[in-house]
């Protein structure tokens, strides 16, 4: 989803700063993250760089996870619209 690059360490970093599209993207997974694996903040920034190579302090996280709203943030049933839910 998010390009990369090899930094002079070896490690991978997004190429570029994030587009919006990308930045809402991260927030549903943050926000999915949290509510649906029950993943605290930390676990969360160290899932984002293990899977996605994307370093966010927890801080970010934290930003992310209060200023945006989710499906289940407003009380909604169900997940993030990126992972809907339907009845069982
Ligand atoms: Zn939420």
Redesign the pocket.
Known sequence: MIERCAGVDGKNYPARPLRRDDLLHLVGRV?FL??SDGLSVRQIVRHLEEEYGVRRSVGSVSAY?NA??????SGGQNG?PEHPEGPT
């Open positions: 926000h949290s509510h996870l945006y709203r989710c499906i289940k943030c993030t």
